[in-house]
């Protein structure tokens, strides 16, 4: 069979416009993933959060017998794939399907293979291999990308710390990371003994540990895709970070923006060299496709440094491939489908893409922001928000202007789009999320927290759920029955 030759983005477009390959996206929802049927002819997610109440055409919903206790994502990947309506949705298709999964692990490599369904992504071994913070400082040293000052060292103790952290120059405050994990889990800044104890057992269980000097810094995320024609960059945004609006973690990440004076052309372009840089690394490493990298910008010399990288789809992802610029061109995500499909090469510029990428990528104003249940008691939902539209009315509540499953249609200066995720009836525990706002101006300062308008619509998001106290009988089932679910793009542990 001769392959297409596609020689521009309209080419792309049109080849994924007329595609016959069935595409399924499986995760608890499709957030990460959103949009992409508009640009995918035979894209389904196969999904157990209902975010629409039934009412998204390429979503299939598998129903949650509440029987199951979902140990993390891919137990909830194990429990679609294997469910009647994906096996019924399975069997009606007769071309060979590709999946494509938030989080995979073996278990779903063996029943992919068993269905004739091809997994494109990078097997699940080099995945968790890459996805170790310790190996992310080891891909950015081979690219000459640097870290902040640390040192990779198993810590036994606090002296052991201290020893370690004299000997490597890190000063006398530090943040430690762990090699897996939600980095606002998994991120711990000490800045005496106190500050370790605290934490002291869950960095003294691992075999090594980053240890950095904790800097002033600005953290930002951009998504990248590595190919045989070389990486694709995507927009760089800003970061918000542990705002107690929006979740109860200090360094959980919370929301992100996208605007044109967020950084200089200057801070861009080392973030397109230096992300265009260790793609060629992970493609040498026998990585491809879709990853993301967090750097850190020192804020007293402007220095970008590398913080971590994200060896998968993530949760910028529909703020990537939502944004205007990807509108207007191509959604980043296109190019990690053309990687992993073997009819297909390009004869595109990959270098002028990014640099228009750089250019234009910044256009328009957009932000979202992951609001999570901030408390402590175990409630119930009783009262939820419609995905859909939704206006700022002048006295600080949203007024939903229509039901809808597309957050481009909330594109006006006040208005906004909620992706419920949490509905009413559900149980609300710590840190689950609730829902995500789709926003088109600025909701941060320049510390990563919220600003003013910011807190406004989240006070607005955070008064359309109401919730009520467990009874006694449903405090007695609560450990049979309720599954905690992390949608976001990172993994808890």
């Given at each position: 069979m001769s392959k297409h030759i596609l020689n521009s983005i309209a080419e792309i477009k049109q080849y994924f416009a007329a595609n016959d390959v069935p595409y399924y996206f499986m995760s608890a929802s499709n957030f990460n993933l959103m949009g992409m049927h508009d640009w995918v002819k035979n894209w389904r997610n196969i999904n157990l959060i209902d975010c629409y109440d039934n009412q998204h055409p390429q979503v299939l919903m598998v129903e949650n017998d509440h029987t199951q206790i979902f140990a993390g994502i891919e137990d909830i990947n194990h429990y679609l794939i294997n469910s009647p309506q994906a096996k019924a949705l399975f069997d009606a298709e007769k071309n060979t399907a590709r999946a494509i999964f938030l989080f995979f692990d073996e278990r779903l490599e063996a029943i992919c293979e068993s269905l004739n369904i091809e997994i494109i992504l990078p097997k699940n071994k080099l995945v968790k291999e890459i996805d170790s913070k310790i190996v992310t400082t080891e891909i950015g040293n081979q690219a000459n990308v640097a870290s902040v000052p640390n040192a990779l060292a198993k810590i036994d103790g606090y002296e052991t710390l201290l020893n370690v952290a004299n000997e490597a120059e890190l000063g006398e405050r530090w943040v430690i990371q762990t090699p897996y994990g939600d980095s606002g889990k998994t991120t711990f800044f000490i800045t005496n003994e106190d500050d370790y104890k605290k934490v002291a057992k869950k960095i003294e269980r691992e075999e090594k540990v980053k240890i950095m000097r904790w800097i002033n810094c600005r953290g930002t995320a951009i998504e990248a895709c590595t190919t045989r024609w070389g990486t694709f960059v995507a927009p760089l945004l800003t970061e918000i970070i542990g705002d107690s609006h929006l979740t109860p973690y200090a360094g959980g990440w919370c929301g992100n923006e996208l605007y044109e004076a967020a950084f200089s052309p200057d801070i861009r372009s080392q973030v397109l060299e230096k992300s265009e840089a260790i793609g060629e690394i992970l493609y040498q490493r026998g990585y491809r496709g879709y990853f993301e990298l967090d750097y850190l910008i020192d804020r007293d010399t402007e220095e970008v440094y590398l913080g971590e990288l994200n060896a998968r789809i993530t949760g910028i992802s529909a703020m990537t491939n939502l944004s205007e610029f990807s509108m207007k061109n191509l959604p980043l995500f296109?190019?990690?489908?053309?990687?992993?499909?073997?009819?297909?090469?390009?004869?595109?510029?990959?270098?002028?893409?990014?640099?228009?990428?750089?250019?234009?990528?910044?256009?328009?104003?957009?932000?979202?922001?992951?609001?999570?249940?901030?408390?402590?008691?175990?409630?119930?939902?009783?009262?939820?928000?419609?995905?859909?539209?939704?206006?700022?009315?002048?006295?600080?509540?949203?007024?939903?202007?229509?039901?809808?499953?597309?957050?481009?249609?909330?594109?006006?200066?006040?208005?906004?789009?909620?992706?419920?995720?949490?509905?009413?009836?559900?149980?609300?525990?710590k840190g689950n999320d609730l829902a995500i706002l789709f926003l088109n101006q600025k909701i941060a300062?320049?510390?990563?927290?919220?600003?003013?308008?910011?807190?406004?619509?989240?006070?607005?998001?955070?008064?359309?759920?109401?919730?009520?106290?467990?009874?006694?009988?449903?405090?007695?089932?609560?450990?049979q029955t309720y599954n905690p679910i992390n949608i976001k793009g990172e993994k808890d542990e």
């Open positions: 296109l190019f990690h489908l053309l990687e992993y499909d073997t009819n297909v090469e390009l004869n595109f510029d990959v270098h002028a893409f990014n640099q228009a990428m750089l250019k234009n990528g910044a256009e328009g104003t957009a932000a979202q922001m992951i609001m999570k249940y901030t408390e402590e008691p175990l409630k119930i939902i009783t009262e939820a928000p419609v995905s859909g539209v939704y206006k700022l009315t002048a006295e600080g509540d949203l007024q939903l202007k229509q039901a809808s499953t597309n957050r481009r249609e909330a594109l006006g200066e006040n208005e906004a789009y909620i992706l419920r995720i949490s509905d009413k009836g559900e149980y609300a525990y300062n320049t510390e990563g927290k919220l600003n003013e308008n910011g807190q406004q619509w989240s006070d607005a998001l955070k008064a359309c759920f109401k919730f009520r106290h467990l009874n006694q009988e449903e405090r007695s089932l609560v450990e």
